[in-house]
């Protein structure tokens, strides 16, 4: 019997290893159409919910002067013994009108161009989030969430809790609320002039019953509650 004859086979070829591209991140208020409205000063934009309804963001107003309701809520700043701390500061509008009423204060903005024109403004402002470290934590006489801000992260619960943190006792916390009462939690993208869509992110609208019940959670209570020019706001006090 003649033996089989076995040849080795030829070692496969390995395909050359490509590096993996990691994926592009992005993020909300600045990687999309909102930082970009910042720098031209103008829009207009929406926040696209999931459902397809859109909710207006008033981005050629936020970098006009301050307007009447603006002073309406600039005025609970006068006279405090501490400075004041815009939260989402946005273009920087309320920072430098109070800064014209002669209440020192400081801007803080996750949108580097908010930040870059609250500076030409003549505004001090921080490039961070809000609940980030930030200067002179429990010292602050009062903090702003204005402009719906108070949607920031879609969890209420802990930016009023945080706000909180930051302000003095007997501190004030001044919240603009929705005009209608709401308490809601959804998913939105920034949407532009053009249809182009930024990245999503969790949102929140309240109105004041809403804000007031929540407020109470954080330690906080309504020293004042009023309208002007169809806005509302809130003044919260830290016990």
């Known amino acids: 019997m003649t033996p089989t004859r076995t040849t080795a086979s030829a070692p496969a070829r390995r395909r050359p290893r490509t590096a993996a591209v990691p994926a592009a991140r992005t993020a909300p208020w600045q990687d999309d159409p909102f930082a970009e409205a910042v720098l031209a000063g103008c829009g207009p934009l929406w926040l696209r919910r999931e459902d397809g309804d859109r909710i207006p963001l008033d981005v050629e107003r936020w970098c006009t002067p301050a307007d009447g309701a603006d002073h309406s809520l600039l005025l609970r ?20 009108a109070l800064l014209a009423l002669g209440v020192p204060a400081l801007g803080v903005d996750v949108t580097g161009a908010a930040v870059a024109r609250t500076r030409l403004l003549g505004g001090p402002a921080l490039h961070r989030s809000v609940f980030d470290r930030l200067p002179a934590e429990g010292r602050w006489g009062a903090a702003l969430l204005a402009h719906g801000r108070l949607g920031l992260g879609g969890d209420p619960d802990a930016l009023l809790r945080r706000g909180a943190e930051l302000i003095a006792p007997g501190g004030l916390l001044l919240v603009e609320v929705e005009p209608r009462e709401l308490d809601e939690r959804l998913t ?13 992110f969790a949102w929140a609208r309240l109105g004041a019953a809403a804000t007031a019940r929540r407020a109470r959670r954080a330690g906080l209570t309504v020293a004042e509650r009023w309208t002007s020019h169809g806005r509302r706001f809130l003044a919260l006090r830290k016990g």
């Open 77 to 96: 700043c006068v006279g405090l013994p501490a400075p004041v701390l815009d939260l989402g500061c946005g273009p920087g509008r309320l920072v430098a």
């Open 188 to 200: 939105v993208r920034v949407e532009g002039a053009d249809g182009r869509l930024g990245p999503p």
